[in-house]
């Protein structure tokens, strides 16, 4: 933890190597997803942090880690480029200090981190075509390429290219650490496989109740979003873990959040009958529905607004559980809710009914 402190304390924002296209910013927050999915289904612990390090970084526990993996990721189009060649990978790409290639910048972290690196990922759209230890070239079948797999002459060629592209050698020889993988995700139709693979890892959850994909997927996406585009310094391990990273533990918030979220709209045939108990008459409890919408929506997209209220809120509701839970309707946990979460968000009104029902156990 020591060193981790050290490396966030002393980690500037990363700096963006000219305009990102629409596209191609979706396709680092998508593969970004894809790969902390990939790190839920094993069941085991992590922390995933968005582009702060490097693209894609992510530890082995969400607190007090041991281990750190690292990732590049890159789209290209593949009718005008092929396959990803060692060549490639080592070009310069950049001017400045080193380090200036792809491979020399995930080397770099070798630095900071040591032996906590256990791999140098660099994930692509397109395949690689790098010489294997039996000679043959690697082919789009070859999903997954590691260090370990590599001919020697290749070995010889990286180490190399990522000691000349760096202003001092790591003190840990990371090498052996790299691995090459090609994703199913592609630069265009990506939101109709985010939608697919979701689905996969609802289904794998079990259970009988259907389950909102694009719900889940605006509420993964609108939080990844919004990690990634925060760029700041950090002097505490605590807000870097807030404001760049997610945990295992985040996610199954996130799942929950996403079914809720479902079934308030869901239910709404049976909240306005209530809240008209409550007081309120037919055209407020549709003006309502409607502010509650709005909230859901922004909420869905990332809106840091929309985001601080929730985090605020559900702060709130775990402080305040058992009277909760003493509640007999959606209406006298708002009321609570209004005094416990000062703000002046602009669709507070729908958020504060919405975190509501949410809160029911």
């Known amino acids: 933890m020591t060193k981790l ?21 979706q396709f680092q927050i998508n593969a970004s997803i894809l790969k902390m999915l990939d790190l839920h289904q094993t069941g085991n612990d992590y922390r995933a942090v968005f582009d702060h390090f490097d693209d894609l970084m992510v530890f082995d526990k969400a607190a007090q880690p041991e281990n750190v993996d690292f990732y590049q990721i890159k789209s290209q189009n593949s009718r005008s ?65 590691s260090s370990a ?25 990371g090498s052996s650490l790299f691995v090459f993988e090609r994703t199913d995700l592609g630069i ?45 310094e950090f002097t505490t391990v605590d807000e870097f873990n807030d404001r760049k990273t997610l945990c295992r533990a985040d996610v199954e918030a996130m799942f929950s959040r996403a079914t809720s979220r479902g079934r308030f709209h869901e239910s709404w045939g049976i909240i306005q009958p209530d809240l008209i108990a409550a007081g309120m008459t037919p055209l407020q409890a549709l003006a309502l529905y409607n502010r509650c919408l709005r909230y859901t929506k922004a909420r869905s997209l990332g809106e840091p607004g929309a985001i601080g209220f929730q985090e605020v809120a559900t702060d709130a509701i775990l402080a305040h559980q058992a009277e909760i839970d003493a509640c007999n309707s959606i209406s006298e946990i708002a009321q609570r809710l209004e005094k416990w979460v000062p703000t002046g968000y602009e669709h507070r009104a729908g958020a504060i009914y919405v975190e509501s029902f949410e809160a029911i156990k």
């Not at 490639?88 to 981190?113: E, N």
């Not at 997927?217 to 585009?229: M, S």
């Open 5 to 25: 402190l050290a490396a966030v304390s002393s980690a500037k924002p990363r700096e963006k190597s000219g305009a990102r296209t629409t596209a191609r910013y």
């Open 81 to 145: 480029k092929g396959s990803w060649s060692l060549k490639d990978m080592i070009a310069k790409d950049g001017s400045g200090p080193p380090p200036v290639t792809f491979l020399g910048r995930l080397h770099h972290h070798m630095g900071a981190f040591g032996q906590m690196v256990t791999k140098l990922g660099f994930m692509s759209n397109v395949g690689f075509k790098l010489k294997l230890a039996d000679g043959n070239l690697t082919t789009d079948d070859h999903q997954k390429v």
């Open 149 to 173: 797999d590599l001919h020697s002459d290749e070995i010889a060629t990286l180490k190399d290219a990522v000691a000349k592209d760096a202003i001092r050698a790591p003190a840990v020889d």
């Open 188 to 232: 265009s139709n990506q939101e109709t496989f985010m939608r697919g693979r979701l689905l996969e890892f609802a289904h794998a959850r079990g259970g009988t109740d259907p389950v909102p994909v694009m719900s889940l997927y605006d509420t993964l996406r609108g939080n990844v979003l919004t990690k990634t585009g925060v760029t700041q």
